[in-house]
C-alpha cells in the first residue's frame, strides 16, 4: 500500500482527496494542525498526523513525512490573515515542505496551485496580485527542485458536486471545475507515475478524470 502524505488535508480539497484515496487501497496521512480535527480526519480514512506547517522546520517535517511515497500539498491561507499569512502558507510552508521530501527521501510531490488566467480581465486587487505572485515563485521553487514534481493549476473552485469529467491539459481556456473533480484527478495522477514533471492546468470538461489523465502520459 502506497502511503500519502496530505499537507492541507484538513483544506477543502483535502477532505474530499482522503476518502479517495483510501477506497483505492492508498493510505492517507493528513497533517492537520488542530487536535479537534483528528477525528473527523481519521474517520475520512486518514492516519491523522498532528503539526503545524507554521511552525514545523524542514528536518522536524520530513521525521512526519517518513514513510510516505508521495507529498500532495494542497494548503493555502485561502485569503486570510492577509499578505503576510499566505506568504507563510503558500511561499514559506512549500519550501519548508519540498526541503522535508528532499530530507525524508520521497521524490513523488504534487501541488494544487493557481491558474494563471484567474480574474484576468477583471478588476483584482493588490492582495489577490500578490497571492497570484507567491504562488507563481512556489511553482517556480517545485519545478527547480530535483523532485518528480506534478503542478496542478484548477480553476475556480466550486463546491458543487463533481461529475467526474474534466479538461486537462498543459494548457487550456480558463473555467471553473468541482474541488471533487480536483480531488479525483489528484488520485488519477497517483496512480499514473508516467505523467511527471509537467504543469497541468484543469477545468470542467468532457473526458473521464482517470482517461483525461491518462492522455497526459502520452
Do not use: C
Request: charged share 20%; no cysteine; aromatic share 4%.
Amino acid at each position: 500500500m502506497s502511503h500519502v502524505f496530505i499537507i492541507g488535508a484538513a483544506g477543502k480539497i483535502g477532505r474530499r482527496l482522503i476518502p479517495r484515496l483510501a477506497s483505492r487501497g492508498l493510505q492517507p496521512y493528513a497533517l492537520h494542525r488542530h487536535a479537534e480535527q483528528a477525528g473527523e480526519l481519521s474517520a475520512l480514512g486518514a492516519i491523522p498526523v498532528a503539526g503545524n506547517l507554521l511552525a514545523l522546520d524542514a528536518p522536524a517535517l520530513a521525521r512526519l513525512m517518513t514513510g510516505s511515497e508521495v507529498v500532495i500539498f494542497t494548503a493555502g491561507a485561502g485569503g486570510k490573515g492577509g499578505p503576510a499569512m499566505t506568504q507563510a502558507i503558500d511561499g514559506d510552508g512549500l519550501t519548508t515542505a519540498i526541503a522535508a521530501a528532499k530530507l525524508a527521501g520521497i521524490r513523488r510531490f504534487l501541488l494544487v496551485s493557481a491558474f494563471p488566467d484567474a480574474l484576468r480581465g477583471g478588476k483584482a486587487s493588490e492582495q489577490f496580485e500578490h497571492y497570484m505572485a507567491v504562488k507563481k515563485r512556489a511553482d517556480v521553487q517545485l519545478v527547480e527542485s530535483e523532485l518528480d514534481w506534478i503542478i496542478l493549476r484548477p480553476g475556480t473552485l466550486r463546491d458543487d458536486v463533481g461529475t467526474g469529467k474534466v479538461r486537462a491539459d498543459v494548457a487550456i481556456p480558463y473555467g471553473d471545475v468541482s474541488r471533487d473533480d480536483v480531488a479525483a484527478t489528484l488520485v488519477a495522477l497517483i496512480e499514473q507515475p508516467e505523467v511527471n514533471r509537467v504543469i497541468i492546468e484543469l477545468t470542467q470538461g468532457d473526458l473521464p478524470v482517470e482517461q483525461a489523465v491518462r492522455r497526459l502520459a502520452h
